[in-house]
Each structure stands twice: as structure tokens, then as C-alpha cells.
């Protein structure tokens, strides 16, 4: 090869490779100084073991409180706010899950305005997980859903994910894909929704505040309904007997009311005194609705262990369990045959 020939391809050489690292920078000017978060773990270091404590602040919230505070003892996970009611570990153990399994999607560079527009300053749910001894574990602030997609109704739409921000690093927003619906502190969310439940019915009766009222009762499981009072061509209608005494068997819990809930209705109760078979008696007092549904409290003459922490609390439990239990009197008679 001759000198010449030489240098030619050495010069080509270094064209070729200057051309290859200008190419190589600028790809690299074109991504974001933050694409290596792509995919890691967002709270790094996190162990399920290590949390004795959820902490949710949702400054937006009303009717449940601003505030929910989940705890772990010796008889599991309970509900600060709503004085040791049980928490539904399923629901504790899946949302500690989706916390330790947050994978940032997308990071951006994000200002006070967007952080406002995605609800990642003050107005956001901050979510704070501590250790036994009082440490800090972690803590998040869940701003809104994040769609892929324009949709109708972001509010009640599930999402694709949501924006999130960790309080150390206020300049950017990350997005995951879960969207942490149960970062919430509505009570209703957590709670364990098993009811007392009042069976095999024996005696059953309705009182109104205005003094209306009715009373059926049988001898046996088998036996016949009978309306006390019944006048001459008064007829009960079996099957609504049926569903009046069989829907207190199928009661459960909307939510539990805050210690200090005013306004209940339970001051003026409709009374429900039920008997069962087996010799047990319920006295069940439902106040007025919220929303859908009713505040109730009760007694029992033989509680067991579950009966005895829902009586010391004001229930809510759904208007719809309660339908066939409170009709009137009227509407439990069967329909006179239309004379010919």
C-alpha cells in the first residue's frame, strides 16, 4: 500500500469516528438527564416486615376525616381514628405491596405550578410509613390518576397509573403504573366489613319514633308467621315476613362512625327488637341516612368476642340491607282479591 493510499484511510478513519462521537452526544444531549430511573424501584430499601405503621393525610377529605392512621399490634392491624376498629389486613397487605412494588414508568423536571396541577403540594395524599420505633421508613405524595387516554369521568374512571413525588425531591414527578386507589383515608376502604348477624329469627318486632309498629313471630324454624294484632281479614304475606327477618342474617358494614359523629338519628331511633331460636335477643336502634346508609348501634343478650367490639361503635351499613326489615306494617299484608 503506498503512502499516500496510507493516509487517506487514516484521515477516513478519523472522519468517521469524530462523526460517531458527535453522533453519540448528541443522542445523549437528547435524553433526559433522569432516564436511568426508568424502571428501578421508587422507595429503594423498603421491607414489608419493617412497617408498624400507614400514615394518610388527605387534605381534601370530609366525611371520613383528613387523617388515617393504621397500626400493627398483637391482634393485628387496627384503625387509630376509629379507636382500634379492625383493619381488613387483605387491604393493609395489598396496598404495603403496591407501595414496595412502585416502578417509575416516566420521570419528569416538574415546577410549583404543574405541582399544583397534579396535586403534588399541599392539596395531595401524603403517605408516610413508619417503623416500631416511631422512624421513618418512607413517604410518597399521590398527586392525580395518570390516563393514557383522554377519558369522560377522571374521577371515577380507574386510571392507568398516578403521579407521585417524593417529599425529598420536590423538582420531579414520577408516574407509576398502579393507581393507588387505596391511598385514602375514607374508613369505609379499610375496615373489616363483617356484621353482626342476627339467624333463625323467632320473634320480630319494628317500632317507628311515631309509635307505628308491627310484630311477627313463629314457633319453629318451619313454622308459620304469624302477625300479632292481626285484624279480621288481615293476612301476612309469608314471603315478606320471610325477607324482614331473613336480611338481618345477610347485615354488613358500610363503614364506622368517628366517636365524635353528631346528627345520627339515634337519639329518635326506629327500634328492632329481634329473638332468635336458639334463645339469643338483639335490640338494634337505626338512625337516620347518610348518604346510603343508616346509623346503627346495638345490644345483644349473648355477644361473642365480635358482637361485643361492634356494639361499643355507631355503624353505617348499607340502606339496602335494611329495605325489607323496616316496611310498614301495611306492606307486609298480602293484597285482598278484588270481588268480582
Not at 423536571?109 to 403517605?127: F, M, N, T, W, Y
Not at 386507589?181 to 356484621?195: F, H, N, P
Not at 348501634?297 to 329495605?323: N, Q, Y
Amino acid at each position: 500500500m503506498s503512502p499516500r493510499i496510507a493516509l487517506v484511510l487514516v484521515v477516513l478513519l478519523a472522519v468517521l469516528g469524530g462523526g460517531a462521537l458527535l453522533y453519540q452526544q448528541q443522542e445523549r444531549s437528547r435524553r433526559p438527564d433522569n432516564a436511568g430511573m426508568l424502571g428501578q424501584v421508587l422507595l429503594k430499601g423498603l421491607q414489608a416486615a419493617d412497617i408498624a405503621t400507614i400514615r394518610i393525610v388527605e387534605p381534601k377529605a370530609t366525611q371520613s376525616g383528613q387523617t388515617l392512621t393504621l397500626q400493627r399490634g398483637e391482634a393485628g392491624w387496627a384503625i387509630a381514628e376509629r379507636a382500634g376498629f379492625p383493619a381488613d389486613i387483605s387491604k393493609v397487605r395489598e396496598f404495603a405491596l403496591q407501595l414496595l412494588n412502585l416502578k417509575v414508568g416516566q420521570s419528569e423536571p416538574i415546577g410549583e405550578k404543574d405541582r399544583a396541577r397534579l396535586e403534588l403540594d399541599a392539596s395531595g395524599a401524603q403517605v408516610e410509613l413508619l417503623a416500631a420505633d416511631g422512624k421513618q421508613l418512607a413517604s410518597l405524595i399521590v398527586g392525580k390518576k395518570y390516563f393514557k387516554r383522554e377519558v369522560d369521568n377522571p374521577e371515577k374512571a380507574l386510571g392507568d397509573g398516578r403521579f407521585v413525588m417524593l417529599p425529598a425531591d420536590a423538582k420531579t414527578v414520577y408516574t407509576v403504573s398502579d393507581p393507588l386507589l387505596l391511598a385514602t383515608t375514607r374508613t369505609g376502604e379499610w375496615i373489616e366489613r363483617a356484621s353482626f348477624q342476627v339467624a333463625k329469627v323467632r320473634s320480630l318486632q319494628v317500632k317507628y319514633p311515631d309509635g307505628a309498629g308491627w310484630r311477627i313471630e313463629r314457633s319453629g324454624d318451619n313454622a308459620d308467621w304469624k302477625l300479632a294484632g292481626a285484624a279480621a281479614g288481615e293476612k301476612l304475606e309469608v314471603t315478606k315476613a320471610n325477607a324482614a327477618s331473613y336480611s338481618l342474617s345477610l347485615l354488613e358494614l358500610a363503614d364506622i362512625a368517628p366517636a365524635d359523629a353528631k346528627d345520627t338519628g339515634l337519639d329518635k331511633p326506629i327500634l328492632v327488637n329481634a329473638a332468635t331460636l336458639d334463645g339469643g335477643s338483639y335490640a338494634i336502634k337505626v338512625g337516620r341516612l347518610q348518604g346510603d346508609n343508616y346509623y346503627v348501634s346495638f345490644t345483644s343478650a349473648k355477644p361473642g368476642d365480635k358482637e361485643a367490639r361492634l356494639a361499643r361503635h355507631v355503624l353505617l351499613i348499607p340502606k339496602s340491607k335494611f329495605e325489607d326489615t323496616l316496611k310498614k306494617r301495611s306492606e307486609l299484608l298480602a293484597k285482598k282479591e278484588a270481588r268480582k
